[in-house]
């Protein structure tokens, strides 16, 4: 689900609570090793997304955010921020060729550069993570 996510507003919270968990706690982050990604260069996405990166002619940009049940990849166009919306169960990611990863859910996806030696071992956090959360839920 893409949303806007720049205004402080208290029906956004919720639905993200309700979607993806609340935040994680600074002992939570820690534990993790951290629950935020390095700025990700945006390859491709869907067409809902790139009408909204073509506003402005800054470099697209992105980055991720775990979150107790999902993750929100978060992204900037003009001066408003969105978030694209991914809980676990609905999350897919995809390591394409030319270190290029692929995260969908429904049909929606990002597609984004993955040049550093951190990114990998933050993508394969977050698999970890999912299937932690898949085994604990029982959605397996």
Same mark, same amino acid.
């Given at each position: 689900m !893409?949303?806007? %996510?720049?205004?402080?507003?208290?029906?956004?919270?919720? !639905? %993200? =609570? +309700?979607?993806? #968990?609340?935040? !994680?706690? %600074? $002992? /939570?982050r820690l534990k993790i090793g951290g629950n935020g990604s390095d700025k990700l260069i945006i390859t491709d996405a869907s067409n809902d997304i790139v009408e909204l990166l073509? !506003? +402005?002619n800054n470099i697209n940009q992105c980055n991720i955010e775990i979150r107790s049940n999902g993750i929100i990849v978060r992204f900037r166009a003009l001066l408003e921020t969105y978030g694209l919306v991914i809980p676990f169960y609905k999350m897919v990611i995809y390591k394409g060729e030319?270190? =290029? *990863?692929?995260?969908? =859910?429904?049909?929606?996806?990002?597609? $984004? %550069?993955?040049?550093?030696?951190? =990114?990998?071992?933050f993508i394969k956090k977050i698999n970890?993570?999912?299937? /932690? *959360?898949?085994?604990?839920? #029982? $959605?397996?």
């Open positions: !893409l949303k806007n %996510l720049s205004y402080n507003c208290k029906k956004t919270k919720d !639905l %993200l =609570i +309700d979607r993806v #968990g609340k935040p !994680l706690t %600074l $002992f /939570e073509k !506003l +402005d030319k270190k =290029i *990863y692929s995260i969908y =859910i429904d049909n929606q996806y990002i597609k $984004f %550069l993955a040049d550093k030696k951190s =990114i990998h071992s970890r993570l999912k299937s /932690e *959360y898949l085994n604990k839920t #029982g $959605f397996y």
